[in-house]
């Protein structure tokens, strides 16, 4: 019975000490991977957003979307109420 728990210990020792080298060893390899997959994400995100359609408002221009209310609900909406607290 001790001779297996001395077993076990051993193998836990080995397979920690394993995993650390083997960690140490591909490391640089999986951060240089995750580094070039993140960056061709990166790019393809910044070539996808440049290829917009270009659209017929200038630049510093303010535009505003919004659809007309009709008069049945202007009726039934008196708006958004805000409630303020005061402040001392």
Do not use: C, H, W
Not at 31 to 58: C, F, H, L, W
Request: charged letters at 30%.
């Amino acid at each position: 019975m001790l001779a297996g728990l001395f077993k076990t210990i051993l193998y836990i020792l080995v397979f920690y000490y394993a995993f650390k080298f083997l960690a140490r060893l591909f490391a640089p390899f999986l951060m240089k991977k995750a580094a070039e997959t993140i960056q061709k994400k990166a790019e393809q995100q910044y070539n996808r957003g440049s290829q917009r359609p270009k659209s017929d408002v200038s630049e510093g221009e303010t535009v505003i979307d919004k659809k007309p209310i009709s008069q049945k609900q202007s009726k039934n909406s008196v708006g958004e109420y805000v409630d303020f607290e005061e402040i001392d």
